[in-house]
């Protein structure tokens, strides 16, 4: 079965500062992995995606994420946060026309 | 990018009545649509997958016979909670998943339920 495990609940980070949300999967092949992001009371935007070839991959607002097969992970990153980026976001692994596996989200919190 | 929208993005209805939620795509034809179910403070969890044509498959334990999921086009998929409890307050996303090479899933805004 697969599965997603996101172990930061909450993170806070000053404003400026760089930030990595960690992010461990368990598939039984070669995932396709995403990272979501979700404002309160909002849906879900897609911030990037792997699915094959160059194992980092560049997303919007500035982020990416490194796909590592030798240790499960597929951790996002971003050289230096905004206010604006304080949100939940959540990591999932799925296949071609499956459905998605999320984790269970990390509440990212910024300060000044 | 392709549009998933979601209606309504929120209702509020008493106990014991039902209420639809549609999910649509805008600028693509999918015919596979998948809900889920996201509790306060916790992930998104898959209730059932709907395929445009056929009965929706349901993950294990959620009631078939109250979310009741109808995919009759390739645009539209919507679900019903029917004799709504307090319990199933909750906020409800749809998502939409492109026929072709694209993998990506492309989620509606989502729909919060409060049922009083």
């Known amino acids: 079965a697969q599965s997603v495990t996101q172990p930061d609940i909450h993170i806070t980070v000053s404003e400026g500062a760089s930030l990595e949300l960690r992010c461990n999967y368990s598939?039984?092949?070669?995932?396709?992995l995403f990272w979501y992001v979700q404002s309160p009371g909002q849906g879900l935007q897609l911030l990037l995606k792997?699915?094959?070839?160059?194992?980092l991959v560049q997303g919007i607002k500035g982020f990416e994420a490194e796909f590592k097969r030798s240790q499960s992970s597929f951790n996002l990153r971003k050289p230096s946060v905004h206010w604006s980026d304080a949100a939940e976001y959540f990591c999932a692994v799925g296949a071609w026309g499956e459905k998605l596996t999320f984790g269970t989200g990390t509440r990212l919190t910024i300060i000044p | 990018g392709a549009v998933v929208s979601q209606h309504p993005s929120r209702v509020i209805c008493k106990s014991g009545t039902s209420v639809k939620i549609e999910c649509r795509s805008l600028d693509f034809q999918a015919t596979t649509m998948f809900w889920y179910r996201q509790f306060p403070k916790k992930s998104l969890m898959l209730m059932a997958t709907s395929n445009e044509g056929s009965k929706a498959t349901y993950e294990q334990g959620v009631e078939k016979d109250k979310f009741l999921i109808n995919h009759a086009s390739l645009t539209l998929s919507t679900l019903t909670v029917t004799s709504a409890h307090p319990e199933d307050s909750s906020f409800y996303i749809c998502?939409?998943?492109?026929?072709?090479?694209?993998?990506?899933?492309?989620f509606g805004q989502g729909t919060r339920l409060t049922v009083v």
């Open positions: 598939y039984g092949a070669t995932p396709y």
């Open positions: 998502s939409a998943r492109d026929t072709g090479m694209n993998t990506e899933a492309f």
């Open positions: 792997y699915f094959s070839g160059d194992t």
